[in-house]
T-cell receptor
Framework: GAVVSQHPSWVICKSGTSVKIECRSLDFQATTMFWYRQFPKQSLMLMATSNEGSKATYEQGVEKDKFLINHASLTLSTLTVTSAHPEDSSFYIC?????????????FGPGTRLTVL | AQSVTQLDSHVSVSEGTPVLLRCNYSSSYSPSLFWYVQHPNKGLQLLLKYTSAATLVKGINGFEAEFKKSETSFHLTKPSAHMSDAAEYFCVVTFSGGYNKLIFGAGTRLAVHP
């Protein structure tokens, strides 16, 4: 149980285009999902918190107009990287919290590797 | 501020020998501490979690960690390494400040040799 999927698992795009990454909780409902970014050989950095039906909360230094987050249902959150540039190339990981559960128990997706040419 | 330091970026052991991955934390509040493992192309998996109950925490796959408040440490150990333990391990801290955020350490890559 508590499986989280991400789609796509990897994507290559041209500079200036937008890319959408989906995060789905497959067998549970998640009122809260988190988006992380992981640079090569580095740790995970929290980008934003996504709450179903409300605006995402972004961490300091994360451009909300560049990284659009939508959490339209209890099983789906999307991260759209707008006007992507090579410096946006990274590994993006989402996590989901069981509805009614503590946010310190997060179930992680397998990640999406984004490469911007 | 809350932070976590993993003292070794790489650890290499032989199969069947003990594993020790070191983690120190900094927290003004009573922390919750976790160890996660990340295998290639798989999501992070929770190994174990400390939340102010027993200081010795047993996790999955034979791993355990001991919370030592006096040393502000939460080292991960396993008596006997398996080849399948080769992965990236993250020590994570959070605190109940009305909103739990996971703060990740830099990670330790564990290599297991035959």
């Amino acid at each position: 149980g508590a499986v989280v999927s991400q789609h796509p698992s990897w994507v290559i795009c041209k500079s200036g285009t937008s890319v959408k990454i989906e995060c789905r909780s497959l067998d549970f409902q998640a009122t809260t999902m988190f988006w992380y970014r992981q640079f090569p050989k580095q740790s995970l950095m929290l980008m934003a918190t996504s709450n179903e039906g409300s605006k995402a909360t972004y961490e300091q230094g994360v451009e909300k107009d560049k990284f659009l987050i939508n959490h339209a249902s209890l099983t789906l959150s999307t991260l759209t990287v707008t006007s992507a540039h090579p410096e946006d190339s990274s590994f993006y990981i989402c996590s989901a919290v069981l509805a009614g559960g503590s946010t310190d128990t997060q179930y992680f997706g397998p990640g999406t590797r984004l490469t911007v040419l | 501020a809350q932070s976590v330091t993993q003292l070794d970026s790489h650890v290499s052991v032989s199969e069947g020998t003990p594993v020790l991955l070191r983690c120190n934390y900094s927290s003004s509040y009573s922390p919750s501490l976790f160890w996660y493992v990340q295998h290639p192309n798989k999501g992070l998996q929770l190994l174990l979690k400390y939340t102010s109950a027993a200081t010795l925490v047993k996790g999955i796959n034979g791993f355990e960690a001991e919370f030592k408040k006096s040393e502000t440490s939460f080292h991960l150990t396993k008596p006997s390494a398996h080849m399948s333990d080769a992965a990236e391990y993250f020590c994570v801290v959070t605190f109940s400040g009305g909103y739990n955020k996971l703060i990740f350490g830099a990670g330790t890559r564990l290599a297991v040799h035959p």
